[in-house]
């Protein structure tokens, strides 16, 4: 693996990336975010994985979702790597770790240039719209000047969104997956229990790095009910033994659950990214959300869950009726929302339908 640094100060043309690249993009001026706060300076960490060709041609740029990283080879492997649909041996696989996200990305433990700390509770807002512009600057540095097909579930879906928006004629397919023009009430509603839990915890106000991560461990708890449904907790969590009065296996398994993630994220990102995602609403200074989508040019898919609770089939119903010409399909899932990273035969099944993969 190679790691550089790329400075857009200096640097106006890059190499060919190596089979596999773990890199760090450095914007070294004022940035204004939407809110009308200014970030001094800001990093993005991303990774690419194949080469691009002489064409420029076979960019797939995929976006992650809340607490993941900029390695879909991990976390959706059965449609990432060699030999599966997006294949680095023919495409040029991009993927930004999303500002906030403490998996390299500035986040809420960088440290601030205007006070030589870690901005911890003053981080602030980044919405979708933020980060796609942030990767605009990105992709121009990479020289990329089409993507062939840009692919996001949930808050992933939420930015590819925003970013077609920005620049219709950027992408020529767009696959969103169970995502949505306007974060819900409903979801509001569950980030805000999340962050809730994260305050009760007595640490939360502290500055340090661990600060909250109890309260990180019941929040991870919430979302895991917006995340699957009764079905599946039927299915896995149900006790063997009739007479049991306590120490369930569905209470285990959300203690471990919420354990699980704070020994890979921290309180701080989880807190802001929620924040990120309540701020998404791609109507916001457009006029209206239909006025904005009408805008969007890619070939475009969407893809909704039939199981769904955080974010219902009717939301991508809403966007491919809104987009011009874009196509509708379902899965069917016992897993809610978390299918778009387990169904990934169906998935696959869709997107060969629907777009031109070499």
């Not at 790691?3 to 773990?22: F, G, N, S, Y």
């Not at 009308?36 to 080469?51: C, I, K, S």
């Not at 006029?287 to 805008?295: I, M, N, Y």
């Not at 609770?309 to 899965?331: G, R, T, V």
């Amino acid at each position: 693996m190679i790691t550089t640094t790329v400075d857009p100060e200096k640097v106006t043309t890059l190499k060919q990336p190596a089979r596999h690249q773990k890199t760090t993009f450095r914007y070294n001026k004022e940035f204004v975010l939407e809110s009308g706060e200014t970030l001094p300076e800001f990093h993005l960490l991303y990774e690419t994985f194949g080469t691009l060709n002489a064409l420029k041609d076979n960019v797939i740029w995929i976006f992650h979702a809340l607490t993941a990283n900029s390695n879909p080879l991990e976390w959706w492997s059965g449609l990432a790597g060699a030999g599966k649909l997006f294949d680095p041996e023919k495409h040029f696989i991009v993927c930004v770790n999303m500002p906030g996200s403490h998996y390299g990305s500035i986040n809420p433990l960088s440290i601030d240039p205007k006070t030589a700390k870690p901005y911890y509770h003053h981080f602030p807002t980044i919405t979708p719209r933020d980060m796609a512009k942030m990767y605009s600057l990105l992709q121009h540095k990479l020289g990329i000047n089409k993507i062939h097909l840009g692919i996001g579930g949930s808050m992933g879906g939420m930015q590819l969104l925003e970013w077609n928006i920005i620049a219709p004629a950027l992408f020529k397919n767009t696959v969103l997956i169970a995502t949505n023009a306007v974060h819900s009430p409903w979801g509001i509603a569950f980030n805000e229990t999340q962050r809730m839990a994260i305050e009760s915890d007595a640490t939360w106000q502290q500055q340090n790095k661990d600060a909250g991560m109890q309260g990180l461990s019941t929040a991870r708890a919430i979302a895991l009910l917006s995340y699957r449904n009764y079905n599946p907790y039927k299915q896995t969590q149900t006790d063997a033994h009739l007479n049991k009065i306590h120490t369930f296996k569905a209470g285990s398994y959300q203690r471990y659950q919420g354990k699980k993630l704070t020994q890979r994220f921290n309180a701080f990102s989880y807190y802001s990214l929620t924040k990120s995602m309540d701020a998404h609403n791609v109507g916001r200074n457009r006029g209206s959300v239909t006025e904005a989508l009408k805008g969007i040019t890619a070939n475009t898919l969407v893809v909704g869950i039939q199981s769904d609770l955080l974010f219902p089939i009717e939301e991508q119903k809403f966007l491919a009726a809104a987009i011009p010409n874009a196509h509708f399909e379902s899965i069917d899932s016992i897993y809610g929302h978390d299918g778009f990273l387990i169904e990934y035969q169906q998935l696959e099944k869709i997107i060969r339908k629907h777009v031109e993969i070499s």
